[in-house]
């Protein structure tokens, strides 16, 4: 039977996961959906949160400190808010649900950055297919395509940010575009960052959200913060449901450059609007993503 498990809260010790009926797992409550898998590294058990906004996995300095990892070259890491020269180590495998990772030159960072043993990236992810049910705070990990697409509100297709679009080569490659996100009758980019607690968009879908009515500071998992202005979008729909006018945050976040997504509207999707649905679910190697509720 293939691997399946459900993932558990990034900064508790996960039990080992049964193949049958995982347990149903937290989420963590000040960080809706900041959720972690147990992965295996040798004879360790480390938890690594799972990041749909990150291209590459990252793991933390006392991780690597634990492992003895031998140190890799200094790459730059493009985060959200900045890009950023970081040490890396090689990993020679990474098993994530029985499936092996070979040869990984993780990024380092400070384990008090990350509040977890280490980030699950896209260079990952894009073998499986994550559900995240936020009304029974569950979420699950699987193989793309084991299981079928459960039915709801609107099952849209994605297309694939590949290494040869832009500035996405040395940063998201593999990151997912929706083609079910509108204002009005706009179809604008967007894409998912399970780790964000807030959607921004970009200052190009600023342009059509009303006046400024303040400033909230921005923070990202590398120590880098920014401005954004508070604006309201006089109507949102994704995925068939009408959000009707919607505050969202806008700024020049660094993220819509790496994607090539400064020249046109375009929205990262955080936990405060995808907790609006009971469940999504995004499949890396099917390119598409799910929503329902």
Same mark, same amino acid.
Do not use: C, W
């Given at each position: 039977? *293939? ?54 996995? =990252?793991?933390?300095? =006392?991780? &690597? ?28 495998? /990474? ?13 380092? #960072? ?11 990236? /896209? ?18 990990? *699987? ?26 080569? =040395? ?8 083609? =079910? ?9 967007? #894409? ?62 660094? &993220? ?11 929205? /990262? ?12 679910? /995004? ?6 993503? *799910?929503?329902?509720?």
């Amino acid at each position: 039977m *293939a691997a399946a498990a459900s993932a558990t809260a990034a900064q508790a010790r996960a039990q080992t996961t049964p193949t049958t009926a995982p347990p149903d797992a937290r989420i963590l409550d000040n960080l809706l959906t900041r959720v972690g898998v147990e992965v295996e590294i040798g004879q360790d058990h480390p938890v690594f949160v799972i990041d749909t906004g990150a291209e590459r996995t =990252s793991i933390s300095d =006392s991780l &690597a400190r634990r492992l003895d990892l031998a140190p890799g070259p200094d790459v730059i890491v493009h985060g959200i808010t900045a890009a950023q020269r970081t040490p890396t180590v090689l990993l020679p495998r /990474l098993e994530v649900l029985q499936r092996p990772f070979t040869d990984l030159v993780p990024p380092v #960072f400070q384990h008090s950055l990350l509040g977890a043993d280490g980030f699950l990236g /896209l260079d990952v992810l894009s073998q499986f297919r994550l559900g995240l049910d936020f009304q029974r705070r569950r979420a699950t990990l *699987a193989p793309s395509g084991q299981t079928r697409f459960f039915s709801g509100v609107g099952t849209a297709t994605a297309r694939r940010i590949g290494p040869d679009r832009g500035g996405a080569r =040395s940063a998201r490659g593999g990151q997912l575009l929706l083609s =079910s996100v509108r204002i009005g009758d706009a179809v604008i980019d967007a #894409f998912i960052d399970s780790g964000a607690q807030h959607s921004v968009g970009n200052l190009r879908l600023a342009d059509l959200a009303g006046p400024s009515t303040g400033e909230l500071q921005l923070f990202g998992v590398v120590g880098q913060s920014l401005t954004a202005q508070q604006r309201t979008l006089p109507d949102l729909k994704i995925a068939r449901r009408d959000f009707g006018p919607t505050p969202l945050l806008f700024a020049d976040l660094h &993220a819509f450059r790496v994607l090539d997504l400064s020249d046109r509207p375009a929205l /990262l999707l955080g936990a405060d609007l995808l907790t609006r649905f009971r469940r999504i679910t /995004l499949d890396y190697g099917a390119s598409r993503v *799910a929503f329902e509720g």
